[in-house]
């Protein structure tokens, strides 16, 4: 498969890229100006730049795209799972 290909297959589900990157700039900016993002460490700051990205995805492309739903849910049981093991 080409490149151009991939492209136009990812914009068939996620919408144009342009939009999904203004969705998810804009929503990562609120994250990163609470006071509560400067005690996160590393893993949750990246687990929630990554479900907001599939959030995105979903706002700007197809919300009914299955494998969306399932990133994020992924994405949070890896924290969920760290977490479960300090306790």
Known sequence: M???DTLEKRG???GEFTGHAAISQDLKKIMSGLPAWNFLSPDKKETLEMIVHKIAR?????PEWYDSWHDIEGYAKLVADTLKEKE
Request: aromatic share 10%.
């Open 12 to 14: 068939n589900k996620y």
């Open 58 to 62: 979903i706002l700007n492309g197809d």
């Open 2 to 4: 080409s490149i151009k």
